[in-house]
């Protein structure tokens, strides 16, 4: 069965810190790994897309990895914002969601 | 460019109630998908068309829901009868290319149900 596990399920930091979320998933077949940011009463945004061939793609302060042999992928979230709080989602293949990460940034 | 439209934003109605949601994807896109998020959940693809027809509709409790994309474009989502278990978001989802999952998905803001 097709699954993408996020951890942490919640996180709290302090403006201005880093933060690393996880995905684990074990999806067949494997295309593409895409972060999705979903702040509070909207639909999700693209950040970031990987292929087979891809382990790190930036956009701004957001840097996603992908490790296709451990099937496992990271977003790191540099300096963090007041913005930057929101759900993240990651979706594997296209299809397969992870029922993401929440995260808080406080003041 | 104009993003995906959806209408209502929010909706409450009485369980056994039929409710019917509205998407308006971005011109253009083939693809269009509706999906429903459970609070703290990711989304669950419940039915995706490419122009006006159906690609996959595998997870659509088919007993209660349908859905319809005329002229390949507005698409509606219907409930009837709701249950409880039916709250939650629905999304809706347009994408360029005829499914092919490397293509982003653009997402409207939802649509809130409770159903009490």
């Known amino acids: 069965k097709n699954q993408v596990e996020q951890s942490p399920q919640s996180l709290i930091i302090l403006e201005g810190k880093n933060c690393t979320l996880q995905?684990?998933?074990?999806?067949?077949?494997?295309?593409?790994l895409r972060w999705y940011k979903q702040d509070t009463g909207r639909g999700p945004v693209s950040l970031t897309i990987m292929t087979f061939s891809e382990n790190t793609k930036s956009n701004g302060r957001y840097t996603a990895t992908l490790d296709a042999d451990t099937k496992q992928s990271s977003l790191h979230i540099t300096a963090s914002q007041l913005s930057d709080s929101a759900s993240y989602i990651c979706v594997v293949s296209g299809g397969t969601f992870g029922r993401g990460t929440s995260l808080i940034v406080h003041p | 460019e104009a993003g995906v439209a959806q209408s209502p934003r929010y909706k409450i109605i009485e369980k056994r109630q039929s409710v019917a949601f509205w998407c308006n994807p971005i011109s253009g896109h083939a693809t269009l998908y509706w999906y429903q998020q459970i609070l703290g959940q990711g989304p669950k693809l419940l039915i995706q068309f490419q122009n006006n027809g159906v690609v996959d509709d595998s997870q659509l409790p088919k007993d209660r829901f349908s859905a319809e994309r005329l002229k390949g474009v507005d698409s509606t989502l219907k409930i009837q009868p709701a249950k409880l278990e039916d709250s939650a978001v629905y999304l809706c989802?347009?994408?360029?290319?005829?499914?092919?999952?490397?293509?982003?998905?653009?997402f409207g803001p939802g649509t809130r149900l409770t159903v009490t």
């Open positions: 989802a347009s994408s360029l290319s005829p499914g092919t999952s490397s293509y982003e998905q653009y």
């Open positions: 995905c684990n998933y074990t999806v067949s077949p494997f295309s593409n």
